[in-house]
């Protein structure tokens, strides 16, 4: 397994095929890709899991993050959220957040991270913010 940096048209269509099978390709298309940092786990060439970071000075927002529904619960999601967390360390930033799912709940709360916010609901999908104080390094 590795973990490299990917542009943002290759988050598109694991994003779409899993978080969002019945809408377009454009759905899952941000306006502020471009502005982000991408982070895919490679297994033999093939991508099966991505995720994508929006840093705002010292708060960093991560978005989008999937594993290829025929590859989850290896192990994958983990190593790239727990390298998502120690990149954010190294970058000098305080706080990572994101809206989760509420159903990825018990997965991010394993990681540190702690619920933030009241429940709200979009396209049928339940989310909380969630965040997470980090320890940055000297
Ligand atoms: C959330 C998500 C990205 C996690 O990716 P993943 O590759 O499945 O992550 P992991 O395999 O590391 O962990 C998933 C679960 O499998 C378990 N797991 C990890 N390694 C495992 C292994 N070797 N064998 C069996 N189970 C394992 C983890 O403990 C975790 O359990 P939990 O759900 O009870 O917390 C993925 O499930 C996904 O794409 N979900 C749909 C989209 C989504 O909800 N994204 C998050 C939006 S906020």
């Not at 994508?52 to 927002?61: C, G, T, Y």
């Not at 018990?106 to 969630?130: A, L, R």
Request: hydrophobic share 35%; aromatic share 12%.
């Amino acid at each position: 397994m590795e973990i490299k940096k990917i542009s943002p048209s290759d988050t598109w269509s694991i994003r779409q095929s899993v978080m969002w099978p019945d809408k377009p390709l454009t759905y899952v298309q941000l306006a502020e890709d471009e502005n982000g940092l991408h982070y895919g786990v490679f297994e033999n060439a093939e991508l099966l899991s991505v995720i994508s970071l929006f840093i705002e000075n010292e708060n960093a927002q991560f978005r989008k993050f999937a594993t290829q529904v025929t590859h989850q619960g290896k192990g994958h999601g983990s190593a790239l959220l727990n390298f998502l967390i120690h990149e954010c360390e190294k970058k000098q930033i305080k706080n990572l957040w994101c809206n989760a799912r509420t159903s990825a709940y018990p997965f991010y709360q394993k990681f540190g991270f702690e619920i933030v916010s009241e429940t709200w609901t979009k396209d049928g999908i339940e989310f909380v913010k969630m965040s997470k104080t980090l320890k940055t390094q000297i």
